[in-house]
């Protein structure tokens, strides 16, 4: 029954022009999210164009025909509600958040700056320093420099081995045309979405998308193969003046809709989901290596990134190492017991049930369920297929996916101490 009636509350529908609505009507709250969902990302952009989706997003904001930047903020704020936008390789998405009495204007605002950005020339100047500046930010965090390096290496050579901010070469280049260009090119109905979720009537969504955006002409989408080229695993070494050394051992991952993508994810669970996991138990609570480490799966539409970070001494990275090894081995050589499984499994299960509480978090997961599987997921269908895996499956899958040959390691330390 609980499946039956996630379903019923979940409904879709298709404008003439190709752009979807996808609505969860949830009874118990008083708000809703709203999300413009544009199927574009950094992977998309040709090597000139590196960072122009992120960009655009920023330049988004920025005021349109009949709104400046303050009136854009203000439109929410002013009512309770926010607004906001991220950027990633594959989807870029504007949302706002508001009491569900405000959903015509949250949909005003988010189609208007769609629709009409003005682009002032002096905003575009002005936004290059500050996406230079996020870089830099960026930069000065090692994890996420080393994060970066590492995927670029990963993907070297190919679209997502490029960072999502692009760089400073090519965004201090970007003229107001590029982005009405890319936004031609790209913002078009058939490839865009429209995701409401909260307390929300579906028809009276369909009807504000329909005025708002249902005029919008489609064209078809230029889709450029990607194919992926060949990964050769190497040691990447950096430096920089810090005082910590960060360490990463990760390979090619899956892609979103894989056979063996709810093994991967158990496997990922009882290796480092959490304080109970066995890195952490391992490597920061039996030696006191190091203050985290933690374990992450980034999957995309055709691949995928899995891997091990932890922040430690230089003195320890060796250990450290080979820590991270045995435990990698042991997956491969024995089957995880069924207590540990089960409590693997309940732990992923819980954490599904617990982003539901929040309507952003549903409002997403409608998004991305549309855009990746062109079908909505029920949690029914993700409790059972993580309920049906085996610890025979689990030892199986990781006998192959957690050889070292297929591992890269990516170190960044403190000056002088390579």
């Given at each position: 029954?609980?499946?039956?009636?996630?379903?019923?509350?979940?409904?879709?529908?298709?404008?003439?022009?190709?752009?979807?609505?996808?609505?969860?009507?949830?009874?118990?709250?008083?708000?809703?999210?709203?999300?413009?969902?544009?199927?574009?990302?950094?992977?998309?952009?040709?090597?000139?164009?590196?960072?122009?989706?992120?960009?655009?997003?920023h330049m988004l904001f920025k005021g349109t025909d009949k709104r400046t930047a303050y009136d854009i903020a203000l439109s929410m704020e002013s009512v309770g509600g926010y607004?906001?936008?991220?950027?990633?390789?594959?989807?870029?998405?504007?949302?706002?958040?508001?009491?569900?009495?405000?959903?015509?204007?949250?949909?005003?605002?988010?189609?208007?700056?769609?629709?009409?950005?003005?682009?002032?020339?002096?905003?575009?100047?002005?936004?290059?320093?500050?996406?230079?500046?996020?870089?830099?930010?960026?930069?000065?965090?090692?994890?996420?420099?080393?994060?970066?390096?590492?995927?670029?290496?990963?993907?070297?050579?190919?679209?997502?081995?490029?960072?999502?901010?692009?760089?400073?070469?090519?965004?201090?280049?970007?003229?107001?045309?590029?982005?009405?260009?890319?936004?031609?090119?790209?913002?078009?109905?058939?490839?865009?979405?429209?995701?409401?979720?909260?307390?929300?009537?579906?028809?009276?969504?369909?009807?504000?998308?329909?005025?708002?955006?249902?005029?919008?002409?489609?064209?078809?989408?230029?889709?450029?193969?990607?194919?992926?080229?060949?990964?050769?695993?190497?040691?990447?070494?950096?430096?920089?003046?810090?005082?910590?050394?960060?360490?990463?051992?990760?390979?090619?991952?899956?892609?979103?809709?894989?056979?063996?993508?709810?093994?991967?994810?158990?496997?990922?669970?009882?290796?480092?989901?959490?304080?109970?996991?066995?890195?952490?138990?391992?490597?920061?609570?039996?030696?006191?290596?190091?203050?985290?480490?933690?374990?992450?799966?980034?999957?995309?539409?055709?691949?995928?990134?899995?891997?091990?970070?932890?922040?430690?001494?230089?003195?320890?990275?060796?250990?450290?190492?080979?820590?991270?090894?045995?435990?990698?081995?042991?997956?491969?050589?024995?089957?995880?017991?069924?207590?540990?499984?089960?409590?693997?499994?309940?732990?992923?299960?819980?954490?599904?049930?617990?982003?539901?509480?929040?309507?952003?978090?549903r409002m997403m997961r409608l998004a991305k369920s549309e855009l990746y599987f062109d079908r909505f997921v029920t949690l029914d269908e993700l409790v059972e297929n993580i309920?049906?895996?085996?610890?025979?499956?689990?030892?199986?899958?990781?006998?192959?996916?957690?050889?070292?040959?297929?591992?890269?390691?990516?170190?960044?330390?403190?000056?002088?101490?390579?």
């Amino acid at each position: 029954m609980e499946n039956l009636k996630e379903i019923e509350s979940v409904t879709k529908t298709t404008l003439p022009n190709g752009l979807r609505i996808v609505t969860e009507k949830i009874d118990s709250v008083k708000s809703i999210s709203v999300g413009v969902w544009v199927k574009t990302g950094s992977r998309n952009e040709t090597d000139k164009q590196a960072g122009v989706t992120h960009f655009l997003e920023h330049m988004l904001f920025k005021g349109t025909d009949k709104r400046t930047a303050y009136d854009i903020a203000l439109s929410m704020e002013s009512v309770g509600g926010y607004l906001n936008a991220f950027t990633s390789s594959e989807y870029t998405c504007y949302f706002a958040r508001c009491v569900n009495t405000q959903m015509e204007r949250a949909l005003d605002v988010l189609s208007d700056m769609v629709l009409h950005p003005s682009f002032p020339e002096e905003e575009v100047e002005k936004e290059k320093k500050v996406v230079i500046e996020e870089m830099k930010m960026y930069r000065d965090s090692p994890d996420d420099y080393l994060f970066e390096e590492f995927s670029s290496r990963m993907f070297k050579g190919h679209e997502l081995g490029r960072p999502i901010l692009g760089f400073e070469n090519t965004v201090s280049e970007f003229k107001r045309e590029d982005l009405y260009d890319y936004m031609a090119d790209r913002y078009v109905p058939g490839n865009m979405l429209v995701s409401v979720a909260g307390n929300v009537e579906h028809d009276k969504a369909v009807e504000l998308v329909s005025d708002y955006l249902g005029r919008m002409p489609d064209k078809p989408v230029n889709g450029t193969p990607q194919p992926l080229n060949g990964f050769k695993p190497e040691r990447l070494e950096l430096t920089k003046s810090i005082e910590q050394t960060h360490y990463i051992l990760g390979r090619r991952g899956l892609n979103f809709d894989h056979d063996d993508k709810y093994l991967l994810l158990l496997a990922n669970t009882v290796l480092g989901g959490g304080m109970s996991s066995r890195l952490h138990q391992n490597v920061r609570e039996k030696y006191g290596y190091c203050y985290s480490i933690q374990t992450f799966n980034q999957s995309y539409t055709d691949a995928g990134m899995w891997g091990v970070y932890v922040g430690t001494d230089k003195e320890y990275v060796e250990h450290v190492h080979e820590l991270v090894v045995a435990e990698l081995e042991k997956m491969r050589s024995e089957s995880v017991p069924e207590k540990e499984l089960e409590e693997a499994k309940s732990q992923l299960k819980g954490k599904l049930l617990l982003s539901q509480e929040n309507t952003s978090n549903r409002m997403m997961r409608l998004a991305k369920s549309e855009l990746y599987f062109d079908r909505f997921v029920t949690l029914d269908e993700l409790v059972e297929n993580i309920d049906a895996v085996t610890a025979e499956q689990v030892q199986a899958f990781s006998e192959d996916f957690f050889d070292q040959q297929y591992f890269m390691e990516a170190v960044l330390t403190p000056n002088g101490e390579l």
